[in-house]
């Protein structure tokens, strides 16, 4: 039987993560398709979370071939079966996902526009996949180094893990939640830390992150309402990303925002929830608009953000493809809504629903 990591690797080996060396990537054999890189080193020596240090930007090409996102939903809707079944976690076909997804967002911005913009029938596990993608983005602003970015990725890819346990019901209904609702929610957190320490011992660093991701620096989280510093930096980075998928994409009622609504509010709102340079990291590496998004125009026309306008970056440069009827043009026109006041971005267009 195929598993993931060998349709990742494009090969019949099955090299555990903890197999691989924490800061290098095999060598490519000649004739195959590119490899996955190494993946997260399980039990670091020595987990600092706040190093400092620039890695380079954009220096290693990314992967279009390969659908990180896609993977990652796949590998946590076989994790949700695992979790409601009660049979044990492996987290060695997510972390090479994770390290994946960490080489494919150093050149590309198009993970980051499909976290943005993305919708699927999996809105729990999708939202998780968009936590990992923002809070990778933000880590990197912090000048973390390549094996913390993907230690970041795996823990923000199952940071509510422990939300499976909930029952489905519960997940889908959209409504306002009871109070017994809520309290079962915040238990998620500690039961996800179970179910880790239960099933993946071989990652001891990760209980805490995801027992505290949803902390927040005001003493306001949950589950122990800790302050500051007691909380892990690398769960403040998952909480911020969180909030801010929140608000793109509601999974209770609610209005979905555009982007610079999001951080708008994410800024006004949760000022004191997470401290100042992770909030400066995420305004800095979060493009509004990022090439790849596909918007829609107050003048009903629909297109894909290719360029973006440094003085202007809610107006980015469109490549219009689609009338106002709905019906793809024959052919697209590009649009500059820095020399076009009267048009502007009206939503974020959902990329399924575009015609083919």
């Known amino acids: 039987m195929v598993r993931l990591t060998d349709l990742i690797r494009g090969g019949a080996g099955k090299d555990s993560p903890q197999e691989k060396d924490r800061k290098g990537s095999p ?59 009660e049979r044990p976690l492996r987290l060695d076909e997510i972390a090479p996902i994770a390290t994946g ?5 150093r050149g590309s911005e198009q993970l980051l526009a499909m976290a943005l913009s993305r919708q699927t029938r999996l809105p729990l596990i999708a939202s998780m996949v968009n936590v990992a993608i923002v809070a990778t983005r933000v880590g990197m602003g912090l000048g973390y180094q390549q094996d913390e970015l993907v230690r970041l990725a795996l823990a923000a890819l199952v940071h509510d893990v422990g939300m499976f346990r909930l029952p489905e019901s519960q997940l889908n209904d959209t409504g306002r939640w009871s109070p017994e609702q809520i309290d079962a929610l915040r238990g998620c957190p500690m039961m996800g830390v179970a179910l ?18 949803h902390e927040r620096a005001n003493g306001t989280g949950y589950p122990q309402g800790l302050h500051g510093e007691q909380i892990h930096e690398f769960a403040q980075v998952i909480g911020v990303a969180d909030v801010m998928d929140a608000l793109l994409h509601p999974r209770l009622s609610g209005k979905a925002r555009l982007p610079h609504e999001a951080v708008r509010m994410l800024v006004a709102e949760e000022k004191t929830a997470f401290p ?15 090439v790849g998004t596909w918007v829609k125009l107050t003048s009903g026309e629909t297109g894909e953000v290719i360029r973006l306008n440094r003085r202007y970056p809610l107006r980015p440069v469109v490549k219009v493809s689609i009338d106002q009827n709905g019906q793809r043009l024959q ?24 015609p083919a």
């Not at 052919?331 to 267009?349: C, F, M, Q, Y």
């Open 27 to 85: 060598a490519e054999p000649q004739g195959q398709e590119p490899q996955a890189p190494a993946t997260v080193d399980p039990d670091p020596s020595a987990p600092d979370s706040r190093k400092t240090a620039h890695p380079e930007r954009a220096s290693k090409p990314s992967q279009p071939e390969i659908d990180w996102y896609s993977l990652a939903e796949a590998e946590l809707s076989r994790l949700t079966e695992a979790v409601r079944e």
């Open 196 to 213: 880790l320490k239960q099933t993946a011992p071989e990652y001891p660093w990760l209980p805490e992150i995801v027992a505290q991701a």
């Open 276 to 290: 100042d340079r992770i909030f400066r990291s995420l305004l800095q590496e979060l493009s509004l608009y990022p």
């Open 331 to 354: 052919s697209p026109r590009e649009l500059d809504l820095g020399r076009n006041p009267l048009v502007h971005v009206k939503e974020i267009a959902d990329t399924a629903l575009i």
């Open 101 to 105: 997804m960490v080489e494919a967002m």
